[in-house]
Nanobody, 124 residues
Protein backbone atom coordinates (compact mmCIF):
# COMPACT_ATOMS: atom_id res chain seq x y z
CA UNK A 1 0.00 0.00 0.00
CA UNK A 2 1.10 3.51 -0.73
CA UNK A 3 0.98 6.38 1.74
CA UNK A 4 0.57 9.91 0.39
CA UNK A 5 1.47 13.20 2.06
CA UNK A 6 0.69 16.55 0.44
CA UNK A 7 2.50 19.81 1.13
CA UNK A 8 2.93 23.25 -0.34
CA UNK A 9 -0.45 24.78 0.32
CA UNK A 10 -0.89 28.27 1.71
CA UNK A 11 -2.33 31.73 1.26
CA UNK A 12 -1.64 33.54 -2.01
CA UNK A 13 -3.03 36.58 -3.78
CA UNK A 14 -5.02 36.24 -6.97
CA UNK A 15 -2.68 35.95 -9.93
CA UNK A 16 -0.01 34.27 -7.85
CA UNK A 17 1.47 30.79 -7.98
CA UNK A 18 1.92 27.80 -5.73
CA UNK A 19 3.47 24.38 -6.22
CA UNK A 20 1.94 21.46 -4.39
CA UNK A 21 3.87 18.29 -3.74
CA UNK A 22 2.66 14.82 -2.87
CA UNK A 23 5.28 12.45 -1.48
CA UNK A 24 4.59 8.73 -1.71
CA UNK A 25 6.01 5.94 0.41
CA UNK A 26 5.42 2.31 1.16
CA UNK A 27 5.17 0.99 -2.36
CA UNK A 28 6.61 1.30 -5.86
CA UNK A 29 5.57 4.79 -6.88
CA UNK A 30 5.91 4.17 -10.62
CA UNK A 31 3.21 1.48 -10.33
CA UNK A 32 0.57 4.11 -9.58
CA UNK A 33 -1.27 6.57 -11.76
CA UNK A 34 -1.78 9.80 -9.86
CA UNK A 35 -4.42 12.46 -9.63
CA UNK A 36 -5.10 15.77 -7.93
CA UNK A 37 -8.54 16.67 -6.64
CA UNK A 38 -9.87 19.61 -4.67
CA UNK A 39 -12.78 20.24 -2.37
CA UNK A 40 -14.18 23.60 -1.39
CA UNK A 41 -16.41 24.00 1.69
CA UNK A 42 -19.89 22.70 1.00
CA UNK A 43 -18.96 21.29 -2.38
CA UNK A 44 -18.17 17.89 -3.80
CA UNK A 45 -14.59 16.79 -4.28
CA UNK A 46 -13.71 17.52 -7.89
CA UNK A 47 -11.09 16.32 -10.32
CA UNK A 48 -8.21 18.67 -11.14
CA UNK A 49 -5.48 16.72 -12.97
CA UNK A 50 -4.24 13.25 -13.86
CA UNK A 51 -0.86 11.82 -14.79
CA UNK A 52 0.01 8.36 -16.05
CA UNK A 53 2.57 5.95 -14.62
CA UNK A 54 5.57 7.39 -16.44
CA UNK A 55 4.23 10.92 -16.82
CA UNK A 56 3.71 10.74 -20.58
CA UNK A 57 -0.02 11.31 -20.42
CA UNK A 58 -1.71 14.12 -18.53
CA UNK A 59 -5.25 15.42 -18.41
CA UNK A 60 -6.86 18.47 -16.80
CA UNK A 61 -10.22 19.76 -15.76
CA UNK A 62 -11.36 22.56 -18.04
CA UNK A 63 -11.36 24.98 -15.11
CA UNK A 64 -7.58 24.67 -14.65
CA UNK A 65 -6.38 23.90 -18.16
CA UNK A 66 -3.60 26.25 -19.22
CA UNK A 67 -2.97 27.40 -15.62
CA UNK A 68 -2.06 24.20 -13.75
CA UNK A 69 0.58 21.62 -14.64
CA UNK A 70 0.86 18.13 -13.16
CA UNK A 71 4.20 16.35 -13.21
CA UNK A 72 5.94 13.52 -11.42
CA UNK A 73 9.45 12.47 -10.49
CA UNK A 74 9.47 8.71 -10.03
CA UNK A 75 13.02 8.81 -8.68
CA UNK A 76 11.81 11.07 -5.86
CA UNK A 77 8.45 9.31 -5.40
CA UNK A 78 6.71 12.65 -5.77
CA UNK A 79 3.94 14.15 -7.88
CA UNK A 80 3.60 17.91 -8.26
CA UNK A 81 0.90 20.38 -9.14
CA UNK A 82 2.19 23.72 -10.37
CA UNK A 83 -0.59 26.28 -10.07
CA UNK A 84 -0.25 29.61 -11.85
CA UNK A 85 -2.62 32.54 -12.35
CA UNK A 86 -4.54 31.51 -9.28
CA UNK A 87 -8.09 32.73 -8.81
CA UNK A 88 -10.22 33.02 -5.66
CA UNK A 89 -12.37 30.18 -6.99
CA UNK A 90 -9.32 27.89 -6.77
CA UNK A 91 -9.59 28.09 -2.98
CA UNK A 92 -10.02 24.56 -1.65
CA UNK A 93 -8.35 21.68 0.11
CA UNK A 94 -6.22 19.86 -2.46
CA UNK A 95 -5.77 16.10 -2.33
CA UNK A 96 -3.52 13.75 -4.23
CA UNK A 97 -4.75 10.29 -5.09
CA UNK A 98 -3.20 7.11 -6.44
CA UNK A 99 -4.30 3.89 -8.06
CA UNK A 100 -2.55 0.91 -9.56
CA UNK A 101 -5.03 0.44 -12.39
CA UNK A 102 -4.00 2.15 -15.60
CA UNK A 103 -5.95 4.49 -17.81
CA UNK A 104 -7.35 7.97 -17.45
CA UNK A 105 -9.16 8.49 -14.17
CA UNK A 106 -11.22 11.57 -13.41
CA UNK A 107 -13.65 10.17 -10.84
CA UNK A 108 -12.87 10.19 -7.15
CA UNK A 109 -14.20 6.65 -6.84
CA UNK A 110 -11.57 5.44 -9.30
CA UNK A 111 -8.70 6.05 -6.89
CA UNK A 112 -7.95 3.71 -4.03
CA UNK A 113 -5.45 5.78 -2.05
CA UNK A 114 -5.64 9.36 -0.79
CA UNK A 115 -3.54 11.86 1.06
CA UNK A 116 -4.79 14.02 3.91
CA UNK A 117 -4.96 17.21 1.86
CA UNK A 118 -3.35 20.63 1.89
CA UNK A 119 -5.25 23.92 2.02
CA UNK A 120 -4.93 26.51 -0.73
CA UNK A 121 -6.49 29.91 -0.16
CA UNK A 122 -6.47 32.57 -2.88
CA UNK A 123 -7.35 36.08 -1.80
CA UNK A 124 -8.86 38.65 -4.15
Amino acid sequence: QVQLVESGGGLVQAGGSLRLSCAASGSTFSSYVMGWFRQAPGKEREFVAYISYGGISTYYADSVKGRFTISRDNAKNTVYLQMNSLKPEDTAAYYCAADTRGGLKTGKNEYGYWGQGTQVTVSS
